[in-house]
């Protein structure tokens, strides 16, 4: 079994400032972790995934993620933020092919300006 | 990107009554749906895959006899609470698997029973 810990619930930032969203998974098999984001009234966005290769994955909108086995983590980071990245962030994980997955409860990213 | 409609987005509904929330995928062919619950500040939990044309595969713990699950063409999946009571208001989020690892997310129905 699959489970997904997000560490923080609300992350406040200020406009421009770097933001690290956490994300720690336990799985006894192979994993493939994803990172989605919901903005409000809307359905979730695929930001970035990892299914394998480099460990280092970069998503769209300026996001990219790490992929650290040893530390069993998929953190979120983007290097400035902005407002229009005020949103809901959910970490993912699935452990084979067939879709099913597992969400992490979440962290509110909020930009201040 | 792909996209998937819910109707209605949201819905009130009296105690003992039955709701139907209809999935579409709208520019691509959905094999497998997946229909999710969302509790406020809360995961989302997955409840159902379904594969068109055959019976959904429910998690542990969900009531199929409460949610059944239609999944009868490539685009429509549907999920009908029946005897809904107050403790099956919650967010109800349904997605379609364009591929592998690729899973498009419809934009949720809030549904209150009263």
């Known amino acids: 079994a699959q489970s997904v810990t997000q560490l923080d619930s609300q992350v406040p930032v200020f406009e421009e400032a770097p933001v690290e969203l956490r994300c720690n998974y336990s799985?006894?098999?192979?994993?493939?972790l994803f990172w989605y984001v919901q903005y409000p009234n809307q359905g979730l966005q695929l930001l970035l995934k990892?299914?394998?290769?480099?460990?280092l994955v970069k998503g769209i909108n300026g996001f990219e993620a790490e992929f650290n086995k040893s530390q069993t983590s998929f953190h979120l980071r983007k290097p400035s933020v902005h407002i229009s990245d005020t949103a809901e962030y959910f970490c993912?994980?699935?452990?084979?092919?067939?879709?099913?997955?597992?969400f992490g409860a979440g962290t509110i990213l909020r930009v201040k300006s | 990107g792909a996209v998937v409609s819910q109707h209605p987005s949201w819905v009130i509904c009296k105690s003992g009554t039955s709701v139907k929330i209809e999935c579409r995928s709208l520019?691509?062919?959905?094999?497998?749906m997946f229909w999710y619950r969302q509790f406020p500040k809360q995961s989302l939990m997955l409840m159902a895959t379904?594969?068109?044309?055959?019976?959904?595969?429910?998690e542990q713990g969900v009531e199929k006899d409460k949610f059944l699950i239609n999944h009868a063409s490539l685009t429509l999946s549907t999920l009908t609470v029946t005897s809904a009571h107050p403790e099956d208001s919650s967010f109800y989020i349904c997605s379609g698997a364009g591929g592998p690892h690729e899973q498009y997310f419809g934009p949720g129905t809030r549904l209150t029973v009263t």
């Open positions: 799985s006894s098999v192979s994993v493939y």
């Open positions: 990892y299914l394998s290769g480099s460990t």
């Open positions: 993912a994980v699935s452990g084979y092919a067939g879709n099913k997955l597992v």
């Open positions: 520019d691509f062919q959905a094999t497998t």
């Open positions: 379904s594969n068109e044309g055959s019976k959904a595969t429910y």
